[in-house]
């Protein structure tokens, strides 16, 4: 099965479904399946655009409610998890995942499910550890602070994807699992992002949630996105039971730009006998049903059940029992329904409202899936809570009830926030331009886009397994490339890094705030400018040089 998987979307679905149209053209065949690690901006009209954590000059509609209001149509049935810049109230409607347009399917906070046999994984958001042991409390209309927490990852969906036992062929998450720098070519990576050298002497690069997800779920695949350049890596983990070790082939994919490798297409080991549509996973149905009571929309900090003699359940993993009772509370039916419907207005570029107003709404996708396993929507959950504080004037709760507030979190580092170093490919995130809602800015498609098409082998473990990938560039004809910009892959790329050196050179001048690891000095004047790691990464037209 020939599956694409693709970095940060950033809202450019037509020009990722060009490239896909562009390399089935050039002999490369058709795609089964689109994989987007994050960033999707699914973002339906104005008053999604608000909820997205970027400055208002960087909001931008793109094209996605075209693909909304049944204007355009996926052509291949595409699956995402949700980055760190998305239309959060959209997805907060989803927390169990369901469609957001025809054939683009969501997989939620966390989730699971199959195509073709292949079993796909992933987790939405980024890490942050002051955020990492609350409930979902955030709710729109956000604030200041919620706009940005509601895309924190939540232990409780790393706890439910460590009960998982059966293997995973295929894991997504945003954010790159820490430490897996260690298992790629990490002096190529530094010369390509000098500014991550800190971070990945420091060993504080990525997430130590997604790391421990990784050592435990052992996936044949990892994708990942966020950081904005293309890194392979090969994990082989430590064997079991007299096992052969697993090996987990990682790649993250960068944004997509002109001349950015954003795009890969690998083929993927599928059962030539399994449905040729998406299916529920019944292993992760069971886990979900299991772990219902563990389900928190409070501020309080609250640690996962475990085997510490303070709990008296800890195992939420799924049994032979277990699995048939939800199989009988699907009718024996694992086919995701098609259940997509638009229940918002959506954006008409002849008529732009600035001031729609935002409305919280409840997915009729999520009560009919709730209401078949008996779980609690969390959308819902959240918005009695708020109401109910708000009727009592109640503050919102500091601990959880069940006292774990009090235990220390396992994770002390909060890796979303670069202390040393600073990502050229990253804009500045002001508190000003976040609160400054006067002066969104709503337009269409910011010109062409050139897209890198790519064929992977995974037949050795070279000591650089980045070149195991190829570096094939397959540009759309509505971009122009120089007559030099596609024959030679080695040339070009050579010239394309030279070139970013070079641009990036210029930047440093242009922009004070921009620098490369090496000039340290400067640090804590810059400290306190930067508000925020993984900040916009978007191409503005007024703005050719935030790249």
Not at 296 to 313: C, D, F, I, T, Y
Not at 325 to 345: C, G, Q, R, W
Not at 470 to 477: G, H, K, N, T, Y
Not at 491 to 514: A, M, V
Request: net charge negative; hydrophobic share 30%; charged share 25%.
């Amino acid at each position: 099965m020939r599956v694409a998987v693709t970095g940060c979307c950033h809202g450019e679905l037509d020009k990722i479904y060009e490239t896909l149209a562009l390399a089935e053209r050039r002999g490369g065949g058709t795609a089964d399946l689109l994989l987007c690690c994050g960033d999707f901006q699914a973002v339906r009209n104005e008053a999604d655009l608000r909820c997205m954590a970027v400055p208002p000059k960087y909001r931008h509609m793109q094209n996605f409610y075209r693909y909304y209001s049944g204007e355009k149509k996926a052509p291949v049935l595409t699956i995402f998890i949700g980055g760190n810049h998305e239309a959060s109230n959209h997805l907060q409607e989803l927390p169990y995942g369901g469609w957001v347009a025809p054939n683009i399917y969501y997989l939620g906070y966390a989730g699971v499910v199959k195509f073709r046999g292949v079993r796909i994984g992933g987790i939405s958001g980024i890490f942050k550890s002051h955020d990492y042991r609350k409930g979902h409390y955030e709710c729109p209309p956000y604030d200041q602070n919620s706009v940005r927490s509601v895309y924190h990852v939540r232990n409780i969906e790393v706890f439910k994807l460590k009960q998982l036992k059966q293997p995973i062929d295929v894991f997504l998450s945003h954010d790159w699992p820490r430490s897996i720098y260690h298992y790629g070519n990490k002096k190529q990576l530094l010369q390509t992002k000098s500014f991550f050298r800190q971070e990945v002497e420091n060993n504080t690069l990525g997430s130590p949630a997604a790391s421990e997800l990784l050592h435990h779920l052992k996936p044949t695949y990892w994708f990942s996105a966020h950081l904005h350049v293309k890194f392979a890596a090969f994990m082989k983990h430590q064997a079991n039971d007299g096992q052969l070790p697993k090996v987990t082939k990682f790649l993250a994919l960068d944004k997509c730009l002109p001349h950015r490798d954003f795009l890969q297409i690998i083929e993927v080991e599928h059962d030539s006998n399994a449905p040729d549509y998406l299916q529920y996973d019944l292993e992760w149905l069971t886990i979900l049903k299991a772990t219902n009571s563990l389900v928190n929309v409070s501020r309080g900090l609250w640690n996962m059940p475990e085997n510490n003699g303070l709990h008296a359940k800890w195992d939420y993993s799924a049994t032979e029992e277990t699995m048939k009772e939800i199989l009988e509370d699907m009718n024996h039916d694992l086919k995701v329904p098609y259940n997509f419907s638009v229940t918002a207005v959506c954006y008409d570029p002849s008529k732009p409202q600035k001031r729609m107003e935002l409305v919280h709404r409840i997915s009729p996708q999520t009560t009919k899936f709730c209401a078949q396993l008996g779980l609690t929507d969390i959308n819902n959950r959240t918005q009695q809570v708020i109401e109910e504080s708000s009727l009592h004037g109640d503050d919102d709760e500091e601990v959880d009830s069940n006292g774990s507030g009090e235990e220390p979190s396992e994770y002390n580092t909060d890796n979303s926030v670069l202390s040393s170093s600073i990502n050229p490919d990253e804009i500045i995130l002001d508190e000003d331009d976040e609160d400054d809602e006067g002066e969104d800015s709503i337009t269409g498609l910011h010109g062409d886009i050139s897209t890198p098409a790519v064929e992977p082998s995974f037949d050795h473990h070279p000591s650089d397994f980045s070149t195991s990938f190829s570096d094939i560039r397959i540009l759309p004809d509505s971009m122009v490339v120089s007559s030099d910009g596609t024959m030679n892959s080695t040339n070009e790329l050579e010239k394309s890094s030279e070139n970013k050196e070079s641009e990036e050179g210029k930047n440093l001048n242009e922009k004070p705030l921009k620098r490369l690891s090496d000039e340290i000095g400067d640090e804590n004047h810059l400290r306190k400018k930067i508000k925020r790691r993984n900040q916009a990464i978007y191409s503005a037209a007024d703005d050719s040089n935030v790249e």
